[in-house]
């Protein structure tokens, strides 16, 4: 058994278990060389914690650091799982095909119950809110108003930043940037757990009803993601909730897919747009991507509308308190578009730069902001609650005092609509002022989100938002938003740059109208698709989202063309939002494309040797030694004599596989080839990946040193085909073939003979920009 390269799990090439000694052998790590990396502000969150790291090995999940682990969405090749497929009846592959349907159906479900049980708890739990603060102003009792309002938003704060303190961390943000990273094969701390699930749920329900400048829309992709993986996975064994009948899907590949279906399905239940989810997950949560998964994303998205619409019609009869005008119901923006001249696309143009412009310095400020909140957030739960209060009651005055610095409005004549409003919703709200006229930005401040962006995309009256509340609006979402994410609390960004974008597409409406024959409405969602693009960086799928919010599919063409400008003037400034948080909390997601320089190396330069190998029939304490002394999850496996003429690769055992093998103590006394009796004692579903619950560990094991001297036969558990190349293949090709085909490890061979029959394994640490220009400063691109 040859000494190993420092080389870990998928990726992770420091050798060892713990943590903290990782950093001690990092062999590959030429800090002296790139020193200047380490202490760069604009690398991950990592750094700021002052931990050694500029490898893939930890991550960021809420405020602490964890080890991540790479997936393994490779199928697996071995005489075992061979065995498996042939002896499966067909009443078996039937099975298996009818439960990818019927999980498929069970997510669209689920979701859809979810989503509309958000929407109902907010409306209710905002609307109560808003009810008292608003019968108190009627009766001219402004200090009673605002202590009631501020006190119950920070009430509800406080419980949902200690939901996501105390219980769940991975539930805080928006839940995006998790599982994008989990759909390229990463798996962080808890991030899909139950414990995740439900914290999302109801922190999102509190966060939101606390008037918070957030959206539920991130945290329900999130959901749905964690509602696949429960499933998925058969429940979960730590709360003794399994389902032997799914064993079928105790693999990260067929997970994937259930995710990818449960993201989808999230934005369906958010946004009532069951075709934008099916985009959204093709557009931006996806790595892989095949026909089939579209069919049955395609099938979950349509449930969810199916359910959401049974529901929603449900409770337009009255029976669900306040729900019924406000969340799922779509903003109905059905004014005709008149054939547009050239001052209009020139005004379309307009809107498209300055969504790339503002979303460009969004995505600025929220890096740093973020970066700030690491710091307090890192010193425990107290503080994170603290900071949660201070936005919450900083939210609060900006929602309840703005509206003072605006004149009161004559309301208009002619209106079908009571004006001043007297309930909690409406496009009319009295607040301070004297009877026959209204505060038009109350309207917008003192309203749910999903109202607020009703009163912005209406077309009825072009003056019903003056050109200065306009601006004010903007202005506070805008450094709300900003402001807001990041602290504590499950929180989505599809509303705060949907209500920025909305009020400053209205305002430019407003200020153009003498020369554009465009709807302030329509300029209030082509402003509200621009800051999408220009922060996101997403064209289709918002596109289709945005036309299915508003039922308006005569506005294509202009939401197309303002897209396309604002993402592409973005994009010559930074990277989306979601790519940031993502780097930001040291992620290491695979780019669809190489970096330029990699083109310059060869797969052999960034793997080293000598590698741990195991003989196709190894001692029993060899094995154990090399589990116990590395947390490397892949061996190569060589056969020699006397199984063969000359040193072979047979191929790649997996730690886990090597785990349950050991622990089954299936051993022979002298070093002979064993596979019929170890094939007929153990069957596939034996090496299943485990759930929730704990795998085997080294720790399980009980070897006496009888055992330890023993031999076992590895080749029924070897992959036999395992993805390899040739040492003096370029590094940007390894790295598009590792991405695309969704490895975890990448054998490199030799490309002359006489050699060992492995240079070394290539993991996506070895591919992350990071460790290339680490052992290659040279390669360095000057700015």
């Known amino acids: 058994m040859a000494l190993h390269r420092d080389d870990d799990d998928g990726f992770i090439q420091s050798g060892g278990g713990d943590i903290e000694n990782r950093g001690e052998r990092m062999s590959f790590d030429r800090r002296e060389s790139d020193a200047s990396w380490e202490e760069d502000v604009s690398g991950p969150l990592l750094g700021l914690n002052s931990r050694i790291n500029t490898t893939s090995q930890i991550a960021v999940v809420g405020a602490k650091v964890y080890p991540i682990e790479s997936l393994d969405y490779e199928i697996i090749e071995n005489e075992l799982i061979k065995q498996d497929w042939r002896s499966r ?120 009803s606390a008037g918070f400048v957030v959206g539920k829309e991130g945290p329900m992709v999130h959901t749905g993601a964690c509602i696949a993986n429960f499933l998925g996975q058969g429940g979960s064994r730590k709360y003794h909730l399994t389902l032997k009948w799914l064993r079928y899907f105790k693999n990260d590949r067929d997970r994937r897919d259930l995710i990818t279906c449960g993201a989808a399905a999230g934005v369906a239940a958010a946004f009532r747009a069951p075709v934008g989810g099916v985009l959204f997950a093709l557009e931006e949560a996806a790595s892989w991507w095949r026909s089939t998964l579209l069919w049955r994303t395609f099938f979950t998205t349509a449930v969810v509308a199916v359910v ?53 310095v969004y995505n600025y400020l929220v890096d740093k902001v973020l970066r700030t909140y690491s710091f307090i957030n890192e010193k425990g739960p107290t503080f994170k609650i603290l900071l949660v209060m201070s936005i919450s009651l900083l939210t609060s005055c900006c929602a309840f005092g703005l509206p003072w610095i605006v004149p009161c409005t004559p309301c208009p004549s002619g209106l079908q609509e009571e004006c001043p409003t007297i309930s909690r919703s409406g496009n009319y709200k009295s607040f301070q002022c004297q009877p026959g006229y209204y505060n038009d930005l109350t309207s917008l401040f003192f309203n749910t989100n999903d109202d607020a962006i009703r009163n912005l995309f209406s077309s009825r009256s072009k003056k019903e938002f003056q050109i200065s509340s306009l601006f004010i609006f903007f202005i506070g979402t805008y450094c709300l938003g900003i402001a807001t994410y990041g602290i504590a609390i ?16 209205r305002l430019v409406g407003r200020l153009l109208g003498s020369v554009s024959n465009l709807d302030v409405g329509l300029f209030a969602i082509l402003g509200a698709a621009s800051f999408l693009g220009g922060t996101m960086r997403m064209t289709v799928s918002i596109c289709v989202i945005l036309l299915e919010l508003t039922n308006d599919l005569l506005m294509l063409p202009l939401v197309m063309l303002v897209l396309l400008i604002s993402k592409t003037v973005a994009d010559s400034f930074n990277k989306g939002v979601y790519d940031q948080i993502l780097k930001l909390k040291g992620l290491p997601y695979m780019e669809a494309h190489a970096e330029p320089y990699m083109r310059h190396l060869v797969a052999g330069d960034v793997c080293s040797g000598p590698l741990i190998a195991f003989s196709g029939v190894e001692k029993v304490g060899n094995i154990h030694h090399a589990l116990e002394m590395t947390g490397h999850n892949a061996f190569p496996v060589i056969d020699g004599p006397p199984f063969c003429d000359a040193p072979e ?21 002298s070093k002979i080839l064993s596979g019929s009796e170890i094939l007929r ?38 992959n036999t085909s395992p993805y390899t190349v040739v040492e003096t293949m370029s590094l940007a090709k390894a790295a598009v073939l590792f991405r695309e085909l969704g490895l975890r490890h990448l054998c490199v061979v030799p490309k002359k003979p006489g050699r060992p029959p492995i240079v070394g394994i290539l993991t996506r640490h070895d591919l992350m920009p990071e460790h290339v220009l680490g052992l290659y400063p040279q390669l360095i691109p000057h700015k």
């Not at 409770?315 to 969340?327: A, T």
């Not at 093998?661 to 299936?666: D, M, Q, T």
């Not at 485990?690 to 040193?705: H, M, P």
């Open 89 to 208: 009846k067909r009443v078996e592959i039937f099975q298996y095909i009818f439960l990818k349907w019927t999980l498929a159906l069970l997510i669209g479900l689920l979701t859809g119950l979810v989503g509309f049980f958000n929407n109902l708890a907010v409306e209710n739990i905002a609307g109560f809110k808003l009810q008292v603060a608003n019968n108190l102003m009627l009766k001219n009792q402004p200090l009673p108003a605002f202590a009631t309002y501020a006190g119950l938003n920070l009430i509800l704060a406080i419980c949902a930043a200690a939901l996501c303190a105390f219980i769940a961390p991975a539930a805080a943000g928006s839940g995006i940037p998790e599982v994008k990273a989990y759909l390229n094969g990463i798996d962080a701390h808890s991030i899909l757990a139950p414990s995740t699930l439900l914290v999302k749920i109801f922190g999102s329900i509190l966060g939101v």
């Open 308 to 360: 959401l619409r049974s529901l929603t019609q449900f409770c337009r009869s009255g029976k669900c308190g306040l729900f019924g005008q406000g969340g799922l119901i779509m903003f109905d923006v059905n004014s005709e578009i008149p054939a547009y001249n050239t001052p209009d696309l020139l005004a379309v143009i307009f809107i498209g730069v300055l969504g790339g412009i503002f979303g460009s």
């Open 490 to 505: 499950p929180s989505g960004l599809f509303i705060p740059v949907i209500l920025a974008g909305a009020s400053y597409g």
């Open 649 to 669: 690769l047979c191929g790649l055992v997996l730690r886990s596989h090597l785990l349950v093998l050991l622990k089954r103590k299936k051993f022979t006394k």
């Open 681 to 718: 004692t153990f069957r596939a579903f034996d090496f299943a990946k485990a759930g929730s619950g704990k795998g085997l560990k080294v720790e399980d094991l009980e070897l006496s040193e009888e055992e330890m001297e023993m031999y076992v036969d590895l080749h029924p558990i070897t």
